[in-house]
């Protein structure tokens, strides 16, 4: 009896030993739209956050990180990242001749070194290299792997994929990926 006991004793303080740990990853391949839901009580979107890796609603607060807009303001519309921190908050590396030549670029990007930040990434196109800096100033590299840029049911779609690598410590170098 005294030996089942104790048996009973050890599993249960080993036990809370055991928690499954839950780790956000820090980079990826993701999609987000420019598409506009509705609920109850108002119109919402989604966007990205890097620190979450996750697709989230505008509605949350904080907020995503980037979000996808189309813009019209010419005769031919254009994909824009943007953001809701007051701080001008992308840096375009390069705008490149194919995936090969992005992907090159993207994976030999180490260390931030930017010169001028813009408010928003504007136009995106496919090819290019951009970085992201938080308004926390956490930085995040992206390479537009693909867009979409049509009129769908009689609305302007817009649909961005994209590779990212996140630094989650603040500093300026990015993690081996």
Same mark, same amino acid.
């Given at each position: 009896?005294?030996?089942?006991?104790?048996?009973?004793?050890?599993?249960?303080?080993?036990?809370?030993?055991? $928690? +499954?740990?839950?780790?956000?990853?820090?980079? #990826?391949? /993701?999609?987000?739209?420019?598409?506009?839901?509705? =609920?109850?009580? @108002?119109?919402?979107?989604?966007?990205?956050?890097?620190?979450?890796? $996750? +697709?989230?609603?505008?509605?949350?607060?904080? #907020?995503? /990180?980037?979000?996808?807009?189309?813009?019209?303001? =010419?005769?031919? @519309?254009?994909?824009?990242?943007?953001?809701?921190?007051?701080?001008p908050s992308f840096y375009?590396?390069?705008?490149?001749?194919?995936?090969?030549?992005?992907?090159?670029?993207?994976?030999?990007?180490?260390?931030?070194?930017?010169?001028?930040?813009?408010?928003?990434?504007?136009?995106?196109?496919?090819?290019?290299?951009?970085?992201?800096?938080?308004?926390?100033?956490?930085?995040?590299?992206?390479?537009?792997?693909?867009?979409?840029?049509?009129?769908?049911?009689?609305?302007?779609?817009?649909?961005?994929?994209?590779?990212?690598?996140?630094?989650?410590?603040?500093?300026?170098?990015?993690?081996?990926?």
């Amino acid at each position: 009896m005294r030996k089942r006991h104790l048996i009973i004793l050890i599993f249960f303080s080993i036990l809370p030993g055991c $928690k +499954k740990t839950e780790t956000t990853r820090t980079s #990826g391949t /993701d999609t987000i739209e420019n598409t506009v839901y509705q =609920n109850s009580q @108002s119109y919402y979107a989604f966007g990205f956050s890097f620190s979450k890796a $996750k +697709k989230i609603s505008n509605l949350l607060n904080p #907020g995503p /990180d980037i979000t996808l807009v189309v813009n019209n303001e =010419n005769t031919v @519309s254009r994909l824009t990242l943007q953001t809701n921190n007051l701080d001008p908050s992308f840096y375009k590396v390069g705008d490149y001749q194919d995936e090969t030549s992005a992907i090159s670029a993207f994976k030999s990007l180490k260390t931030v070194n930017a010169s001028s930040w813009q408010d928003m990434a504007d136009p995106v196109n496919a090819n290019q290299v951009w970085i992201y800096k938080s308004g926390d100033g956490y930085y995040t590299k992206l390479r537009i792997a693909s867009i979409i840029n049509e009129i769908r049911n009689s609305l302007p779609y817009g649909e961005c994929t994209f590779e990212w690598v996140y630094q989650p410590d603040g500093s300026k170098t990015f993690p081996g990926k």
